[in-house]
């Protein structure tokens, strides 16, 4: 079974970047779909971003022209950088990967904090 591991959480200013990280324990990018979703203080998980194996990206309208998913196939990697954070992206942000068929099961990175405040 394929293990996420996730970087680069932590506190940022409103307006501010960061760029979180999700190494796979093994290559999954030729069938599985990765990405991220968040939970703030509160309130539901949601999905944030995805890449397909394919490259399509799809991204929540909160995040849209603020975010860009990608990922480094040589280093296992798929990041996320987010761009003029604010104080509504706080929250724990959890990598995921599944197979792309319907019902597959998801799998988890342990999760990473992001706070936006001053």
């Known amino acids: 079974q394929v293990q996420l591991v996730e970087s680069g959480g932590g506190l940022v200013q409103p307006g501010g970047s960061l760029r979180l990280s999700c190494t796979a324990s093994?290559?999954?990018?030729?069938?599985?779909?990765m990405g991220w979703y968040r939970q703030a203080p509160g309130k539901e998980r949601e999905l944030v971003a995805r890449?397909?194996?394919?490259?399509?990206?799809n991204y929540a309208d909160s995040v849209k022209d603020r975010a860009t998913i990608s990922r480094d196939i040589a280093k296992i990697t798929v990041f996320l950088q987010m761009n003029s954070l604010k104080p509504e992206d706080t929250g724990v942000y959890y990598c995921f990967t599944r197979f792309q068929i319907d019902g597959s099961p998801i799998t988890w990175g342990q999760g990473t904090q992001v706070t936006v405040s001053s």
């Open positions: 093994r290559n999954i990018f030729s069938f599985n779909i």
């Open positions: 890449i397909f194996s394919n490259s399509t990206t």
